[in-house]
C-alpha cells in the first residue's frame, strides 16, 4: 500500500469518529448557562429570542396568608381543634368534598395523627364542614 491511500484511511477514520461523536450528542439536551427549553420533536423554527441584560428578577415573601374559615356554627371548634398541628389552610385549600370525604379527613387526623378531639366535638367539625365546604354548600 502506498503512502496516499494510508493518507486517505488516516482522513476516513478522522471523519467516522466525527460522525460517531456527533450521534452521541442528544439533540435538545439543555446544557449549563442556557436557560430554555429544547426544540426536540418541533418543526416550527423557533422564534429570536429578545435577550436583555438589564432584567431584574425579584422573588417576594412566601405567601403565608391564612384564608378565613367560613361564618357558622362549629367554626370555633375547628379552630381549635384543626390548627393543632397545621394552619386551617390545609382545609380551605381542599376542593369542595362530599361530606363523606370530611368525615374521613377528620377521622384520620383523629385515628391515624393521633388529634385528640372527642367525638362531640369532632361531630360538630363534621357537621361545619358538611355546611361549608361540600360542593354544593361552598362558597367561592
Ligand atoms: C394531631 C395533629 C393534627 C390535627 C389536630 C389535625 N391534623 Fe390535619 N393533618 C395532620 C397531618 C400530619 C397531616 C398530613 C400532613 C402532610 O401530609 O403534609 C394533615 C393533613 C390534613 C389535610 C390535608 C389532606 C390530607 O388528608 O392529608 C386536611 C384537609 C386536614 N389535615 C384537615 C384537618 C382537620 C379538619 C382537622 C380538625 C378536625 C385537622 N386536620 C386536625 C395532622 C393533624
Redesign the pocket.
Known sequence: MGKASHIIIGLLLVALSGTVLAENEIPGLIRSGQYREGTLGSVIQPGQVQQTSDGVYSVGAYPLYTPALAQGEGREV?QI??R???STT??TM?PPLPAAAWEG??N??INT???P?SEDS?KQ?ASY?RAHYTQTARKP
Do not use: D, E, P, S
Open positions: 375547628v381543634f384543626c393543632f398541628c397545621h390545609y382545609l381542599q379527613v377528620v384520620k387526623m395523627y393521633g388529634a378531639i369532632a367539625i364542614l
